[in-house]
């Protein structure tokens, strides 16, 4: 598992002070770049010329509120790793309480034929370090 914690700020919320709903998938994808950058990966996953990794599912579930000025923890768990894609799992708490949990599922794909490929070798091992 990787974790991140984040400050709410007021931009994060709506006219009643709770988080706007898609924050949370920028705040999810925030602690997907973080846990991808500590695999200190040979190639640049995010900007190369052989393959791009794109999301093709997301969802989620909010359980509690989450006010401007909460701070909040994202635990990411690989929950599923196959040989091309992968699904990321994320629990959002406020101190203990589960306030939100998302899903993004993320295929791995040639850049230029646009069909899937074979994950890198040092990529599947920094996912498995993080596997449920």
């Excluded at 040979?42 to 509690?64: C, L, R, T």
């Amino acid at each position: 598992m990787y974790t991140i914690k984040r400050k709410i700020n007021f931009f994060d919320c709506d006219p009643a002070g709770i988080i706007f709903y898609s924050r949370i998938f920028e705040f999810c994808h925030s602690a997907y770049e973080q846990m991808i950058s500590s695999f200190n990966l040979k190639e640049n996953y995010w900007m190369n010329g052989d393959y791009v990794v794109p999301i093709i599912h997301s969802e989620s579930e909010y359980v509690k509120p989450i006010k401007y000025g909460d701070e909040i923890s994202i635990n990411v768990q690989v929950s599923q790793l196959k040989t091309a894609s992968f699904e990321l799992t994320y629990i959002i708490k406020r101190d203990k309480d589960l306030c939100c949990h998302a899903k993004t599922v993320h295929v791995f794909v040639d850049k230029k034929s646009w069909k899937k490929k074979e994950m890198y070798a040092d990529l599947t091992e920094g996912l498995t370090k993080h596997k449920v």
